[in-house]
């Protein structure tokens, strides 16, 4: 569908007109959603034609031409014929026994371009390595555009993901190389990603047309009223001369008639609400994963040589930035879920996991308050070591984010031949009729306006298919007020059945370097690109996932960080600008900071710029970050050797 198929263009017709009047919410619902969908075409192909070009353009100039041409004759073709159909179809008003065939119209040309991509694709799928890169890239930055265009109605968006990303996954693990066989388990997770991303977005946006039915609701019912009082006012003109008492009634009458405009007018006034924290939502997590392409973009074009491959690179980086720049017009304009996973069991000591994770949640807990608390065991267990310590993690978060006072214990038990894991809080607890719907996908308690600060609501349902996956069972026992206790069943293994783990090699010795950065971003592959960019230019780097694992970061480093790059806004309630405060006082001297956002709410930018930190908005180019780097870097240098001349005057 394109990044540019969320583009709003030609005025929407309403649907009071064509026998809307009378239909219930559900149906208006759906062919809103048809509708918009149906409005996008002329942009949808354009864009569709324009990016097939760029792609045929770049694989015909390897040598064969022949196919490449076809493939795009038949991409133009498809994109003409949806041209048309829109064409013929714009100016008719379709009713509601008619909407089913604008829904058939959107969702077969999303099927028949999807299929061509993706077929295409991967009969054209070249053998040098970085032009499959970059045939990925294109189909998934496709797939990330129609995440947002589509999201509105599931059907068109799954006929145009399914048909572009299957075949090319095939296509890519049929090379059957580890590599390959790796691309393509990552093609068919992100096709995964994507679904989640788009049900995310098609959910927001149901709600928000929800939202603005009942309040054309409420305005009619508000008409209808005072068209009703008006009647009645003219009817009793000649009693209220004789009655003065009567007219008592019919102010009353009014003043009803004005709370009822109040409430409408409230209403409204949400519903607009509900539109701009979608979209500040949308704005600042679809341009995150543009961000890490950015920076491994650039590390791939640091360390190629030959020029035909850097040319090639060179026009990838046009085409991301083209990407990026229909993005933000998409968000700008518009005002608006693979079994690849197999356990690793083994015989394990539970001790060692029970330590790292108290290692890792005793000091976020004490930044609350809390008393964290683990209770040593000699047991043995058989799981997968790796899973089962998520599973305990993501518990642990969960306790952590609703517990506001007390403590939390984590500790086992063995009961009737297995061993029982478990997680207990004294958080807000969990009501009754409640304490299976946790498990479930974005359900949340306590959280109606889906504050993205306390989670997503994915933790304890990834939980739950963990558990049925390794055949751990995990129950729940709640009291609310009181706390929660979550439970996971392992298989209890007698010590003398281990068979010993040869001990990991000790990681090489980093060599040292002039100056250390630390990095504080929550986006993992950010956090993985902005760390190898940063040490292919020669610096030494601290990364850190979140405010709190700097700060300890900070405390346990051999050397302090001369500057600090943080992302602005992460998943606590301390921001990046407060963090690097923080990092001042611990380390006893004004840090450089950079700031980096994806936000565009001017009260965060503001808050950024007055800090005194640079500021850089994401996606942001790695040469302007290398160039404010070194000049941080020199400020710093500077600083010392000033401070150093004044002791030694």
């Known amino acids: 569908m394109g990044l ?6 030609g005025k929407p017709q309403s649907l009071a007109a064509g026998g809307w009047e009378g239909q219930p919410d559900s149906a208006r619902l759906r062919a809103e959603q048809i509708r918009m969908l149906f409005q996008q075409q002329p942009v949808v192909v354009a864009t569709n034609a324009a990016v097939a070009t760029l792609v045929a353009a770049v694989l015909a100039a390897q040598g064969n031409t022949a196919l490449p041409v076809l493939w795009l004759v038949a991409v133009l073709a498809v994109s003409a014929i949806r041209f048309l159909i829109w064409r013929r179809c714009w100016t008719a008003d379709p009713s509601p026994s008619g909407i089913d065939s604008w829904a058939r119209l959107c969702v077969s040309g999303s099927a028949a371009a999807a299929t061509l991509w993706g077929l295409g694709l991967a009969l054209l799928f070249p053998g040098d390595l970085l032009l499959q890169m970059m045939t990925i890239l294109a189909a998934a930055g496709m797939c990330a555009g129609a995440a947002v265009a589509l999201s509105c109605y599931r059907p068109a968006f799954l006929a145009f993901l399914l048909p572009t990303l299957l075949p090319l996954g095939l296509r890519v693990a049929a090379e059957g190389t580890a590599a390959h066989l790796a691309m393509a388990a990552m093609i068919l997770a992100y096709a995964a990603a994507m679904m989640l991303v788009a049900r995310n977005l098609g959910r927001a946006f149901a709600h928000s047309q929800r939202l603005q039915l009942e309040k054309d609701a409420l305005l009619s019912s508000r008409d209808r009223l005072l068209s009703t009082l008006e009647q009645r006012v003219e009817e009793r003109t000649a009693a209220l001369r004789s009655s003065n008492g009567q007219l008592t009634v019919e102010i009353t009458e009014r003043r009803r008639a004005e709370e009822a405009e109040r409430r409408a007018r409230d209403e409204a006034e949400r519903a607009n609400a509900a539109k701009s924290k979608f979209l500040a939502t949308a704005s600042h997590d679809l341009r995150q994963p543009f961000q890490a392409m950015r920076l491994f973009h650039h590390i791939l074009q640091s360390r190629l040589t030959d020029n035909a491959m850097r040319e090639i690179a060179t026009r990838l980086g046009e085409a991301m930035q083209a990407g990026e720049e229909l993005l933000n017009a998409l968000l700008d304009i518009s005002t608006l879920e693979a079994g690849t996973v197999e356990p690793r069991v083994s015989d394990f000591p539970i001790q060692p996991m029970l330590t790292r994770l108290t290692q890792e949640f005793e000091a976020q807990a004490a930044a609350k308050g809390l008393d964290f608390r683990m209770v040593p065991s000699s047991a043995v267990v058989r799981s997968d070591p790796v899973l089962l310590e998520r599973m305990v993690r993501n518990l642990l978060n969960n306790a952590l984010r609703y517990t506001q006072r007390g403590g939390i214990l984590l ?8 061993m029982s894991l478990s997680v207990v809080d004294s958080g807000i607890g969990i009501p009754p009729e409640k304490q299976q719907a946790v498990f479930e996908d974005f359900f949340q308690i306590g959280n109606p306006e889906r504050d993205r600060s306390q989670g997503l609501g994915l933790g304890l349902p990834i939980v739950a298919r963990m558990a049925r996956l390794l055949d751990h069972p995990v129950s729940v026992r709640s009291r609310p007020g009181h706390g929660s206790a979550f439970v996971i069943s392992v298989p209890f293994v007698q010590a003398t059945a281990i068979i010993p783990t040869p001990a990991a090699e000790p990681a090489a010795d980093i060599p040292p370097s002039a100056t250390t950065i630390l990095v504080i971003e929550d986006d993992r592959e950010q956090r993985i690109g902005m760390q190898m960019m940063l040490e292919g230019w020669g610096y030494r780097v601290i990364v850190a996932g979140s405010p709190e694992k700097a700060l300890i970061a900070v405390r346990s480093a051999p050397r302090l960080p001369a500057l ?54 994401k996606p942001f180019a790695p040469e302007r970050l290398r160039e404010e780097v070194r000049r941080a870097v020199g400020e710093t240098a500077r600083v010392r050797e000033q401070a150093l001349h004044e002791r030694s005057g």
Request: charge should be positive.
């Open 411 to 418: 500790g086992c038990r063995r009961a009737s031949g297995r």
């Open 4 to 9: 540019a198929a969320g583009l709003d263009v």
């Open 564 to 617: 600090v790059i943080s992302d602005f806004r992460m998943p606590s309630r301390i921001t990046g600008v407060e963090t690097i405060a923080l990092i001042a006082e611990i380390v006893g001297r004004r840090i450089p900071g950079i700031i980096l956002t994806g936000d565009t709410g001017p009260d965060r930018l503001r808050e950024a710029k007055q800090s005194g930190c640079v500021l850089l908005h």
